[in-house]
């Protein structure tokens, strides 16, 4: 168990939808960054913050959304879902906020966009 | 932007042999270089990783190497084994930017 809570495992849902995927660091961590893992692919790079403020930006679409709350938590919203958004998402945490600690990753949630 | 790239995109070896995994990377701020295991289904969990102030770094079976003046790394697994088969990134990046993995298998 890495510490890092990602829930929920997975997700089914309609073309047009909105969900929300949710994160939990593992305790001390302040960074956040999140990923998605379409099928056979590498980690994209979508968004990263850093004590609840944005730090970085990836190739996010601008359906998709995220926050990071006082409590460090943070939340990756996907709107407008088409079948291409399926994928499994990661987040994972660290320390720092510069890409130079330790990333622990969550166990991912798996969405499936029908 | 920021850019990783990674070979092989998969390699076979016989069961005791070695594999070697390369990465180059974009961004010469990049200080810090980890190496990440993704077993099928599974998320990604750190083997190894070096810093930009040593040039090899070595643990068991896995060592990593670095060439910050060109810019490229590389994880070298020796005496390989079916266990190891797996999937491998790279990242480096104060974004963490990820390589686009390296698919080993390991024959006995």
């Known amino acids: 168990d890495s510490g890092v809570t990602q829930t929920p495992k997975h997700l089914i849902t309609a073309t047009g939808q909105r969900v929300t995927l949710r994160c939990s660091p593992r305790?001390?961590?302040?960074?956040v960054y999140w990923y998605q893992q379409s099928l056979d692919q590498g980690l994209q790079f979508l968004i990263q913050?850093?004590?609840?403020?944005?730090?970085a930006k990836g190739n996010i679409l601008e359906r998709f959304s995220a926050q990071q709350f006082p409590d460090l938590h943070s939340e990756l919203n996907l709107s407008s879902l088409e079948l291409g958004d399926s994928a499994l998402y990661f987040c994972?945490?660290?320390?720092?906020?510069?890409?130079?600690?330790?990333?622990?990753f969550g166990q991912g949630t798996r969405l499936t966009v029908v | 932007g920021e850019n990783v790239e990674q070979h092989p995109s998969t390699l076979s070896v016989q069961e005791g042999d070695s594999a070697v995994i390369k990465c180059t990377y974009s961004?010469?701020?990049?200080?810090?270089f980890p190496w990440y295991k993704q077993e099928l289904g599974k998320r990604p969990q750190l083997i190894i990783d070096?810093?930009?102030?040593?040039g090899e770094k070595k643990d068991q079976r896995i060592a990593v190497t670095l060439n910050k003046t060109a810019k490229h790394f590389s994880l070298h697994i020796t005496e390989t084994q079916p266990e190891d088969s797996a999937v491998y990134f790279c990242?480096?990046?104060?974004?963490?930017?990820f390589g686009t993995g390296t698919r080993l298998q390991v024959f006995p």
């Open positions: 305790s001390g961590d302040l960074s």
């Open positions: 994972a945490s660290s320390v720092g906020g510069q890409g130079r600690t330790e990333a622990f």
């Open positions: 070096i810093r930009s102030n040593v």
């Open positions: 913050y850093y004590n609840g403020e944005e730090r």
């Open positions: 961004d010469s701020a990049s200080n810090y």
């Open positions: 990242a480096a990046g104060d974004k963490l930017i």
